[in-house]
């Protein structure tokens, strides 16, 4: 039976634009990806083998929370 590993991704672009202001993937801050633009996360999350399956918008924080699936390797 195939398995799956996921990641919770929380972006906070600024308010007008595509640019990060920060970024945390289970709970940990990629600092290196900070005024990135989402585009060029999600594709490189794509490239990783990341599939993004849900996203969320939290509109009173303009948070915006995305849940990637990859097969899990056994």
Do not use: C
């Amino acid at each position: 039976m195939q398995k799956w590993e996921y990641i919770l991704v929380d972006a906070s672009p600024y308010p007008f634009g595509d640019k990060l202001i920060s970024i945390y993937i289970n709970g940990q801050e990629w600092r290196d990806w900070k005024d990135r633009e989402l585009h060029e996360l999600v594709n490189y999350l794509g490239n990783e083998g990341w599939e993004l399956v849900a996203i969320r918008h939290d509109s009173k924080n303009d948070n915006n929370y995305f849940i990637f699936k990859r097969p899990k390797i056994t």
